[in-house]
Nanobody, 127 residues
Framework: QVQLVESGGGLAQPGGSLRLSCAAS????????MGWFRQTPGREREFVAA????????YYSDSVKGRFTISRDNAKNTVYLQMNSLKPEDTALYYC????????????????????WGKGTLVTVSS
């Protein structure tokens, strides 16, 4: 049974930090590029960041570049998203996603080529 379980969401002040984690099971983690997406009510789910299957390559949306860092630990089947300098517009439900390295590049990850999704963790940035 495939599972992607996100954790680490919560309330942060503007300028603050949060670290999201996503624990994977039920599939070969090291064969998949991993990513984070986010969604707010009434809007489409959008790409945030992605990392290649061995972690040698990363890719970010322009809105988070320089503030967020994606990383992974294949020994722990876990991917992380370190979020710094948070802004109110970062408020969203954050989803972990996995996409086969055979069919998708890190730069090519989007909502249409994801093999597995987590259920999301809520991040709220507010004073």
């Amino acid at each position: 049974q495939v599972q992607l379980v996100e954790s680490g969401g919560g309330l942060a002040q503007p300028g603050g930090s949060l670290r999201l984690s996503c624990a994977a099971s039920g599939f070969t983690f090291s064969f998949h590029n991993m990513g984070w997406f986010r969604q707010t009510p009434g809007r489409e789910r959008e790409f945030v960041a992605a990392i290649s299957w061995v972690g040698q390559s990363t890719y970010y949306s322009d809105s988070v570049k320089g503030r967020f860092t994606i990383s992974r630990d294949n020994a722990k089947n876990t991917v992380y998203l370190q979020m710094n300098s948070l802004k109110p517009e970062d408020t969203a439900l954050y989803y972990c996603a996995a996409s086969s390295r055979v069919t998708t590049t890190v730069q090519g990850m989007n909502v249409r080529n994801i093999n597995y999704w987590g259920k999301g963790t809520l991040v709220t940035v507010s004073s």
